[in-house]
Nanobody, 119 residues
């Protein structure tokens, strides 16, 4: 059974940092692209960062570029999202997701982890 389990969310002050983790299990993810999405109240879920499992290519949304870093640990089958200089507008539920190869659709999802940034 394929599973993505996020952890690391919490309540922080503006300017603080958090690191989210996504533990992947149930298959070999070498041909997958992993992504971090977020959904704030009343807003649509949006991709903030992604990384290809095999060759470490990354992409970031403009809103997080320079502040967030996505990475993966192949040995631990885990993807991370390091979030620095957090802002109140970063408050959202953050989801880890996976898609196979160049598929446009992320079809494997974690349960989400809440990040709240207070001003």
């Amino acid at each position: 059974q394929v599973q993505l389990v996020e952890s690391g969310g919490g309540f922080v002050q503006a300017g603080d940092s958090l690191r989210l983790s996504c533990a992947a299990s149930g298959r070999t993810f070498s041909s997958y692209t992993m992504g971090w999405f977020r959904q704030a109240p009343g807003k649509e879920r949006a991709l903030v960062a992604r990384i290809t499992w095999s060759d470490d290519l990354t992409w970031y949304a403009d809103s997080v570029k320079g502040r967030y870093t996505i990475s993966r640990d192949k040995d631990k089958n885990t993807v991370f999202l390091q979030m620095n200089s957090l802002k109140p507008e970063d408050t959202a539920v953050y989801y880890c997701a996976a898609r196979f190869g160049t598929s446009p659709v992320f079809n494997i999802w974690g349960q989400g982890t809440q990040v709240t940034v207070s001003s």
